[in-house]
């Protein structure tokens, strides 16, 4: 089997990517600043940053809804349980044998069955349950003097709790993403592909991918 | 060329917004500018007094002049002797209670106690002349003091204990022709002084207040714009808004930061956005008793001991009375950072009279309401007055002593120390049993801090309450801060996860790691 260079991340996946990364990043720090946690920026800082980086991620969020919607990419991202076991196999036993890589990259699955499950459930459930108590925080009213009546919360205290435990878990999941960049073909593959959109993937041979072929009606 | 459009539009755009925002800034006058304005203009008189015939002549009593002023002001009496100036008591509705008439006549406090008994020394501060404990001053419109809050010449003063007379030296003439809107020194003469001293009660009203700097009062600094009391504090029909809750309970006529600044006075909607639970007090008065020190604890208990028989006092190193014989041991604070309270406007009070329920609590004298849940409650930073003072173990009441006597041998405390004369005296006063048995109870006094607002770059910042340790709201525990609260489960939950994650990234990097080097050995071999 030979080995082609593939265009597999398209520009707006590529910078819709890259500009998530750096705002949960930023996100996260100013976040944890208001949190209490550490002090760096000062508290009114924090708060005015964390506030322009949410209207961005926002603003992003709608983007890639759109996009992934119109170009049909969600797809991609609907869980199967199909070889999840051997994907698993492979992290846990195989990838200290140097045993190959179970799930096969194409322009059509770019996806392994683990990230799909994961991915999935960050777009189902942590980053909703970001956004949703992220912006109950902003527009939140003290109970109903001049405030959204329909909205009357009692206490702040279940939008912070909620808008930690998101934060929380895509701390951790940013965290075991940047270890299992390395994960790939060779330690940078992964990288490189997600910043330049090309990688190396074997030519199954059968479908010649050429950037006609990209088009998203084969995904349907 | 399609490209060169749409970036010839986009710049155009931005040049349109750009234009816009910019402009508007210099259209509109904002809330402060209008005020600018405002206090900036020097009031032209309609009157001078000094004109007037009535006034040209000898007065050879205070009451001489009142009746003067009262030729042409015929009316005006019927207004003092409405007001709380003059009567010393309000009609207040209590929750609980009903109606009550509340006032200096008959509350208790825990600084010099109470008024009665000791009319004659406290009357100083009452806008009339010749009180007796008969309250026959209250229907005698000839005793009203026009001069106390009128004189513009700075020379008027009352005498000590004399039941509210004027020095007698005085040159009434002078002073009568002199007369106008009321100055800081008119109001400060009593309102800097409570309780027996400079800056005593309030921590944020003292003698350094009549010639102000910018940097201890924002408004009324010399150097700044120079407010006197009653550009805030306007009074309608000789009734002055802005109530102390000290010895009122009810919500209504405040002079407020509001009735000025609006209730959104901020550009940042963030901080106007606090304003709904925050009063503006909160943040723009970090610290109070900027100038002097004020007394934050009174112990009565300790007051008698004398020395070759008689009384003494000690200083403190800021040269404050730390004992007086005749009163007991006190605590002064200067910069003080203000307690914080929810406070909807309400208060209740302990009356004359009532009951304590728990005798081994400290007993809160006028007890401010709200909750983080009440719509109507704000934040608001307090002074907390603690001290020990005398009550009656048996019937549970707390004591109103006689304190104030001119003689020795009349059972004042003041004169002849003996706790047990005094409040036999002081409770037959006011008509309250007595069991004969004197004990002190802790007792917490609140005092409102709304004066001594410092410029906007002094005020409290977000991370003096917004913070883990120390916030300045730290003894408001009922809601959620976020900055000082934060859920202690999923704080270590979480810091455990994320532990545990990165060490499990370790474990495996180094198993990567070391199968890779076993894995090239072999292909070696």
């Known amino acids: 089997m030979s080995k082609k260079l593939v265009y597999i991340y398209r520009s707006f996946e590529r910078f819709w990517h890259w500009m998530q990364a750096i705002l949960i990043f930023f996100l996260a720090f100013t976040g944890f600043e208001i949190h209490g946690s550490y002090q760096f920026f000062g508290f009114r800082e924090a708060v005015r940053y964390h506030n322009i980086a949410a209207n961005m991620l926002i603003g992003l969020v709608v983007f890639a809804i759109f996009w992934h919607l119109s170009t049909g990419e969600y797809k991609q991202y609907i869980p199967t349980f199909e070889n999840i076991k051997a994907q698993l196999n492979y992290y846990i036993f195989g990838i200290f044998k140097n045993a190959p890589h179970p799930t096969k990259k194409t322009v059509l699955s770019k996806l392994n069955p683990l990230q799909k499950i994961v991915y999935f459930g960050l777009k189902i459930m942590v980053i909703p349950l970001s956004l949703t108590s992220g912006l109950l925080y902003m527009f939140y009213r003290y109970p109903t003097k001049h405030g959204v009546e329909a909205i009357n919360i009692e206490t702040l205290e279940i939008i912070a709790i909620a808008h930690t435990i998101a934060a929380i878990f895509l701390i951790i999941f940013i965290v075991t993403h940047l270890y299992l960049i390395t994960t790939g073909e060779t330690i940078t593959s992964n990288l490189r592909a997600m910043l330049m959109g090309y990688e190396e993937i074997e030519d199954s041979g059968k479908v010649n991918v050429t950037n006609e072929n990209l088009s998203t009606q084969k995904l349907e | ?525």
């Open chain 2, 1 to 525: 060329m399609k490209k060169v459009v749409l970036i010839l539009s986009f710049i155009a755009f931005l040049i349109i917004v750009a234009i816009g925002t910019l402009s508007q800034k210099d259209e509109e006058p904002t809330t402060m500018m209008k005020l600018r304005e405002k206090f900036s203009k020097s009031e032209k008189l309609s009157v001078d007094h000094s004109q007037f015939s009535v006034l040209q002549k000898k007065f050879n009593s205070p009451q001489e002049v009142t009746k003067a002023c009262e030729t042409c002001h015929n009316k005006s009496a019927e207004q003092i002797m409405a007001g709380n100036h003059w009567n010393w008591e309000r009609e207040e509705y209590v929750e609980g209670r009903g109606i009550i008439y509340l006032g200096k006549r008959n509350a208790i406090n825990n600084f010099c106690i109470g008024t009665t008994g000791n009319e004659q020394s406290c009357a100083k501060c009452h806008i009339g002349y010749g009180m007796d404990s008969e309250g026959k001053v209250y229907t005698d419109k000839e005793n009203i003091d026009c001069l106390i809050c009128h004189d513009n010449s700075e020379t008027y003063a009352k005498a000590n204990e004399q039941g509210g007379a004027p020095v007698s030296t005085l040159d009434f003439a002078k002073i009568a022709q002199s007369v106008g809107k009321p100055k800081r020194s008119n109001c400060g003469v009593c309102h800097f002084y409570g309780g027996g001293g400079n800056n005593v009660k309030h921590g944020d009203l003292d003698m350094a207040m009549f010639e102000p700097t910018k940097e201890l009062d924002v408004h009324m600094g010399t150097d700044g714009m120079n407010l006197v009391c009653v550009d805030c504090h306007q009074a309608e029909q000789h009734n002055i808004s802005g109530k102390l809750y000290s010895l009122s309970s009810m919500n209504r006529n405040r002079a407020c930061c509001e009735n000025c600044h609006t209730a959104a006075p901020h550009d940042d909607d963030i901080l106007n956005e606090h304003t709904l639970k925050v009063a503006c007090q909160t943040c723009h008065i970090p610290i109070y008793a900027k100038a002097n020190a004020t007394k934050m604890y009174w112990d009565w208990s300790t007051a008698g001991k004398l020395k070759n028989g008689e009384p003494y006092t000690e200083e403190d190193s800021m040269g404050n009375h730390a004992y007086m014989s005749i009163k007991g041991t006190f605590k002064w604070e200067k910069n003080v950072k203000p307690d914080y309270v929810w406070f909807n406007g309400t208060a209740s009070h302990y009356l004359r009279g009532d009951v304590i329920k728990d005798t081994s609590k400290t007993l809160v004298l006028n007890q401010l309401h709200g909750s983080y849940a009440d719509d109507e409650s704000k934040i608001y930073p307090v002074k907390i007055h603690i001290a020990k003072q005398p009550y009656d173990p048996v019937n549970k009441i707390l004591i109103q002593p006689k304190l104030f006597a001119e003689e020795k041998g009349e059972g004042a405390f003041w004169k002849d120390f003996d706790w047990n004369t005094a409040s036999e005296i002081g409770m037959k006063n006011a008509e309250l049993p007595f069991s004969g048995k004197i004990s002190f109870i802790e007792t917490e006094m609140y005092w409102p801090v709304n004066h001594q607002v410092a410029s906007k770059e002094n005020v409290v910042q977000c991370n003096e309450c917004h913070t883990r340790n120390d916030s300045r709201l730290a003894g408001l525990k009922d809601f959620y801060l976020p900055g000082r609260d934060s859920s202690s489960i999923v704080d270590t939950l979480g810091k455990w996860l994320l532990i545990l994650t990165v060490l499990g990234i370790f474990a495996h990097a180094v198993l990567r790691i070391y199968s890779v080097r076993k894995l090239k050995k072999e292909v070696v071999k």
